[in-house]
């Protein structure tokens, strides 16, 4: 006969589901205030940066600031998203040791990217030439600060992630009034380099961690079957992008890339939850996955709908914004910003729903999935805007992104739908050892 369970052991699993939501809702914190960290102070360059130098210099910095996205999303995808994904609430040992090789392997992406802008911004001159060169010096520094992040979100310590920006933006400040004095594009880019330096130093003492060059090639070869599908995916991601700026730079105008970039500021707070949410959420789905696997596709779609709800309410909220005000954080460039707030907000809305199916997906390790599903939506992405761009200049590429953005949220749905399937009827997990 079996024996009855004790009150002590009926309360026990309450406690320890709560104590388990508790210490979700303490790292899902950490990552929002890490983000928005993060993004005041990209928020605040932009800002400055628009306001000291006119559209057309803001342009020249925006593809800049885009380059170094493309570049970052290539150190995430070799060095950063197998970390994560792979080494989430792993023993410390394995941790510090995958970290260790995962920062070398930025930094090397970094110094071999950083030669190949300085290269081009030499051969390009101009306006454009110095941005880029410019670029080149500062981007190993800018990548190791990105992989502390990651790092640390990984182990847990979200706090460490968050007193690292916090340095990064203490040391932002004067660095910014010395780059306003030069008043040039290059003189912010170094600055906005510069202070990022100083962050990924500290990120070395936090961690107690010193990364390791000469380690990269083993880390990218034992982590190549997620590694190299991801750098493809995020590469998609970020290169599209970078070929809609182009694009849209030579059909309508450089202009035209100022008035999108200050349609993203406008959207700056929501993207901070976004992207600090995104920080967070593949490492809490992995979680989920190895606790209670029937429960990710649900946490996938509440992470999905709660993102592009606020994202939807943030816009409503721009509408109302009175014009003094958008003259006053944008300058000249709002009156062009101003007429891309709904198709924005609609494009955000979709890469919000759809990045809950991409953090489930990660956490499945379906990298065949997610990638085939990030090749169609850059495809999209880059037809949406560039053919917007062509019948109806700025405001026609914004409502081709916009369709695009939702159009391939609806197949990461679909993918994260038949990848549950699968792990369902064989549930056997990855393992992978450093």
């Known amino acids: 006969m079996t024996p009855m369970p004790t009150g002590e052991e009926k309360t026990r699993p309450t406690a320890d589901r709560r104590t388990a939501r508790r210490a979700v809702a303490g790292r899902l914190s950490w990552g929002l205030a890490d983000q928005a960290a993060s993004s005041m102070t990209n ?8 306001r000291s130098l006119g559209v057309t210099a803001f342009g020249v910095f925006s593809l800049a600031w885009l380059t170094y996205g493309v570049v970052l999303n290539v150190a995430r995808g070799l060095a950063t998203d197998p970390l994560v994904v792979r080494f989430s609430g792993a023993p ?3 941790w510090r040791a995958a970290t260790a090789r995962s ?3 930025a930094l090397g992406v970094g110094t ?5 802008c300085l290269l081009v911004g030499l051969g390009l001159g101009g306006r454009v030439g110095p941005a880029f060169v410019c670029l080149g010096v500062v981007l190993p520094a800018l990548l190791l600060q990105d992989t502390w992040r990651f790092a640390f979100f990984a182990a847990g310590t979200g706090r460490k992630a968050f007193v690292n920006d916090l340095v990064w933006g203490v040391a932002l400040v004067p660095a910014m009034v010395v780059a306003a004095r030069e008043g040039s594009v290059a003189a912010f880019v170094l600055a906005w380099g510069a202070s990022a330096a100083v962050a990924a130093v500290y990120g070395c003492f936090q961690s107690g961690i010193r990364p390791r060059p000469h380690q990269a090639r083993g880390w990218l070869r034992e982590q190549r079957d997620l590694g190299y599908r991801y750098l493809v995916e995020n590469v998609s991601l970020s290169g599209a992008s970078q070929l809609r700026a182009y694009g849209l ?8 890339v100022g008035a999108v970039r200050g349609a993203e500021l ?3 707070p929501f993207l901070a939850l976004l992207m600090g949410l995104s920080l967070v959420t593949v490492a809490e789905a992995a979680r989920v996955l190895r606790r209670a696997p029937h429960r990710l596709g649900r946490f996938c779609l509440l992470l999905g709908g709660g993102q592009a709800a606020a994202a939807l309410l943030w816009g409503a909220a721009l509408l109302l914004m009175p014009g003094r005000l958008g003259e006053f954080v944008l300058g000249g460039v709002w009156s062009s910003a101003s007429e891309l707030i709904v198709p924005a907000t609609l494009g955000v809305a979709g ?5 809950g199916a991409a953090a489930g997906l990660r956490a499945l390790a379906a990298a065949r999935r997610s990638l085939r599903c990030q090749l169609f939506a850059s495809a999209c992405y880059v037809g949406g805007g560039l053919g917007g761009a062509a019948v109806a200049g700025t405001v026609g590429s914004a409502w081709g992104v916009a369709a695009a953005t939702l159009c391939g949220s609806a197949l990461w749905w679909l993918q994260l739908r038949s990848a549950l399937r699968e792990h369902h009827q064989d549930p056997i997990p990855e393992v992978r050892t450093p």
Do not use: H, M, N, R
């Open 351 to 355: 890469a919000g729903l759809g990045s």
């Open 92 to 94: 410390e040992a394995s």
């Open 266 to 268: 406008l959207l700056g």
């Open 249 to 256: 730079g030579a059909i309508v105008g450089v202009g035209a």
């Open 43 to 50: 928020f605040a360059v932009g800002i400055y940066v628009a």
């Open 103 to 105: 920062s070398g392997a």
């Open 112 to 116: 071999a990217l950083g030669a190949v």
